[in-house]
């Protein structure tokens, strides 16, 4: 799954790691900007479909970058019904079109219903290349990360779909990062089958015991670490008797 971005962080499947994100102007990114958007005091810039963004292109439709660290930015062009489609560099490139309109904000729930097992509860997930990592998912589809080197956790959607016959679960986080293994952009959903979701689940606890929903975390997960169930308990200052797990 796709790390709090006040500053750029790289998103994964179940992932996000922070480094720093200077301003550069959209022209080192590749970008030709035609001017700012919606006004010329603001950060974001219509851009030309030129062949750096012309997989992006769709008929009656704006291209719009904004910087990867402008949160509030991005936030306020998918507000107006942009979406995000990409990533060139140092610049976040959304597409508004009639095709596209998003009237409803970007936190509000996805309306695909979240497995049974899965919502309302926490997953503690472990794989190689990430380590531990730990997420609440809420009934209506809201998530919570706890992803290894950050410092919150990193709100989110998911939500389930049908492709080719096989069920997904899909993720996308209030970032602006990318995922390393696959160079997905964390505000855009990312699917994965849902069967390898749920292998890679070491425990599945009810609710939300390490209280992930409130933007805090009990303590730095170290990357690529696999953390048992008592040493997470542990840094938590919770105790197996506070703790109800559920069985896969």
């Not at 997953?123 to 589809?141: K, L």
């Not at 699917?191 to 992930?212: E, Y």
Request: with cysteine; proline share 6%.
């Amino acid at each position: 799954m796709k790390t709090a971005f006040l500053s750029l962080a790289c998103v994964t499947l179940l992932a996000a790691c922070q480094s720093s994100a200077p301003y550069t102007p959209p022209e080192d990114s590749g970008l030709s900007p035609l001017r700012p958007y919606p006004t010329d005091a603001d950060v974001c810039q219509i851009i030309q479909p030129t062949d750096v963004v012309k997989s992006y292109v769709q008929k009656n439709s704006t291209l719009i970058a904004c910087p990867n660290h402008e949160i509030g930015a991005i936030e306020d062009r998918q507000a107006e019904g942009a979406t995000v489609v990409g990533q060139q560099s140092a610049w976040i490139i959304l597409r508004l079109g009639a095709a596209n309109a998003q009237p409803t904000g970007y936190l509000q729930a996805p309306t695909d219903a979240l497995p049974k097992a899965l919502a309302g509860n926490t997953s503690v997930h472990y794989d190689s290349f990430h380590g531990t990592q730990v997420e609440y998912r809420q009934a209506d589809g809201q998530v919570y990360l706890w992803y290894p080197t950050n410092t919150r956790s990193l709100a989110g959607q998911a939500k389930t779909q049908t492709t080719n016959g096989q069920t997904e679960i899909c993720h996308r986080y209030k970032s602006a990062g990318i995922n390393p293994a696959t160079g997905v952009v964390g505000y855009a959903w990312e699917c994965a089958p849902l069967s390898s979701n749920l292998r890679s689940i070491t425990h599945m606890l009810q609710g939300d015991p390490f209280d992930l929903a409130s933007g805090q975390i009990p303590f730095v997960l170290k990357k690529r670490k696999k953390m048992s169930l008592s040493a997470l308990l542990s840094g938590a200052n919770l105790s197996a008797s506070e703790v109800s797990q559920i069985a896969r």
